[in-house]
């Protein structure tokens, strides 16, 4: 775990005895490779050494999801993935965004001190309205004023994230600072935690993996599926024959080689020498997730077996924070003179 962990920031005095995690995942679709390596595993490793808060955010699902059925699923199915992906509901909180919607008021008291110019120039913001021309709506624009929200709600101070999400981090540390020079010292700025695998490529290579894209190593997928997505991997392009040397540093299922067993360098060599070629390389890799996810897979289809004990997961997590949140609220509009 590379983070900021160890060296933790001067604190108000209003903050929690114990540093308090927050991470927020959006309910779209089964998590992939670069969500597990380069997110999940810290919330699950941090889930004992802090106070830890997981959400599934909802709310910004919405700025592009737009059928309920499909976001109420989706909800539960990501609920679903992370337990069965080594979050602990008795050692953690999961709760869904749109449970606890006091983060909605604290989201527009954000808006309140935050240039609309820091939001125009946020680089996602620039590529979701390239990705959805004809949807450009409100919530695009705002999104990094709700996430703000979402992490200082619970007076976090340790946000594990990909670094894909760095500049949107950045933007909560300068509006925290925007509210907390004009209302005095409430919010912790927070700090990204990062994993060994803080930017996981996607099976094209050149991306970063993210669902939107499509370039995706579905974790919890069948074995047929993973299998297919692995092999349809771009590897070293400059390995054109069987006997081409490989560079191992520069293909991307190598690289992901590191993370499914401790013979890595072995793998590398075989490439190197040609004596493994890229499909082995790619079979031999997709057996290794499929073998490291299996125990996952089955906890996530014994789960979506049964939403009731789901939902009532998620109705704890979202009561759990509640004295968390109202207090927070309580102590926000006393300082901006709303009470
Ligand atoms: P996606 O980009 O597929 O929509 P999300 O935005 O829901 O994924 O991301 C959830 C978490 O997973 C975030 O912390 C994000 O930084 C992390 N993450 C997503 N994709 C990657 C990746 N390719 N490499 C590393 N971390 C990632």
Redesign the pocket.
Known sequence: MTDAATKPTPRPSSLPAKPRIY????P??R??????????RNYVALQDRYEAIYCI?DYHALTHVHDPEVLRRQTLEMAAALIALGLDPKRCTVFVQSHRPEVTELCWLFNTVTPVGWLQRTPTYKEKRANQPEDVNHGLLTYPVLQAADIALPKASL????????PHLELTREIVRAFNARYGETFPEPKAVY?E??????TDGVK??????GN?IEVLAEPDMIRKQVMSMMTDTQRILRTDPGRPQVCNVCQLHRHFGDDYEEIWEGERTARAGCVDTKKLLAQRIIDHYAPARETYRELMADPVRLRGILDEGAERIRPIAEATMAEVRERMGLR
């Open positions: 991470s927020g995942i959006q779209t679709g998590p992939h490779l670069g969500n597990d390596l380069g997110a999940i955010v946000v594990p994230i990909g670094k894909d999400q760095a994993t695998a803080p930017v996981v490529l996607g970063k993996m993210s669902k939107s894209i995706t």
